[in-house]
């Protein structure tokens, strides 16, 4: 059984205090958060960008007397890639110490009586990538189906800062970006091309990469490393995506698949559109993929 640790949970008594403390000492800032309507409790993941660990600070209403965070109020998390077998196991040695079926998760208790929290290898309960790069390679896919859960606007915002981070031929930068999450704006770009954009009727978001190529003679270099970019912080962050090629394409029409998306997001009808990148919730997650050495091949040294 392969267990990763993910996440070290720690109750606090003033969350914003606690916030602002570890922003302060440790540079760590919020991630994702998640709790009830009527706000009776909160879990708040902090972290940075060294590492995928997590920090969750939960807290509780009305809690004023502080909580021994040495002891079973504090505990680390681990996601295992078949929930089922691990349950399983735990419940044959018998060390299965609590169960909250609502949340889909239950704690096991060592030896020494420390609670371990198991969560299944879930989009909701994906680790932030931190600098293990090919560990993002090995986990992208291209996804076509979707859960219909909404994509957090954190891990949005996370996909756009990453594509706004990629390199362009003499920094011009010559792209642009737009997102779109109405519905239908989405169903409207899944007409762009013959085949191959249907799965934007099911998405929840996508972005779109144009440029003016009048600024720069590698906008389409620029421009695909603008998707490769989102599309492996999608990867890492557990939001399923699909690359949609744009350029060089037609709709069912026969109309130019640029001339088509231009018209539907009202953009300059001198502009170029490289493509859209699908986005949603993936229905479930997807294992690392082992390298294939075949490829190894393909690398040469000094002359081919």
Not at 63 to 79: K, Q, S, V
Not at 243 to 268: D, F
């Amino acid at each position: 059984m392969d267990g990763k640790v993910i996440h070290r949970c720690l109750h606090v008594l003033d969350l914003e205090k606690s916030l602002a403390f570890y922003e302060e000492a440790l540079g760590m800032t919020v991630i994702r958060q998640m709790g009830p309507e009527d706000g009776s409790w909160s879990n708040t993941f902090i972290g940075n960008d060294t590492t995928g660990f997590q920090l969750e600070l939960t807290w509780n209403r009305g809690r004023t007397e502080p909580y021994d965070n040495g002891g079973r109020d504090t505990h680390i998390a681990c996601t295992v890639p078949d929930f089922e077998a691990a349950h399983a196991l735990h419940e044959q040695m018998g060390c299965i110490c609590h169960e909250n079926a609502t949340m889909g998760l239950y704690f096991i208790e060592d030896p020494d009586g420390c609670w371990i929290e198991i969560l299944p290898e879930a989009p909701r309960f994906a680790v932030q990538a931190g600098i293990d790069v090919l560990a993002a390679m090995r986990r992208r896919r291209s996804v076509r189906r979707y859960s219909g859960e909404a994509v957090p606007d954190e891990l949005l915002d996370r996909i756009l800062e990453a594509g706004l981070l990629a390199p362009s031929g003499r920094g011009q930068r010559p792209w642009e970006l737009v997102v779109v999450r109405e519905r239908a704006t989405l169903d409207a770009l899944a007409g762009s091309r013959d085949r191959g954009a249907d799965m934007l009727r099911e998405a929840d978001a996508a972005v779109v990469v144009m440029a003016d190529a009048a600024r720069s003679d590698t906008w389409i270099e620029d421009c695909a490393l603008v998707m490769a970019n989102m599309h492996l912080e999608a990867s890492a962050s557990g939001v399923a995506s699909c690359w949609v090629q744009v350029r060089n394409r037609t709709t069912a029409q026969g109309q130019t698949s640029r001339e088509y998306v231009l018209q539907t997001l009202g953009a300059p009808e001198n502009w170029e559109v490289e493509a859209i990148l699908s986005l949603g919730m993936p229905e479930k997650a997807t294992p690392a993929r082992p390298f294939d050495e075949a490829l190894r091949a393909k690398v040469h040294r000094e002359t081919l």
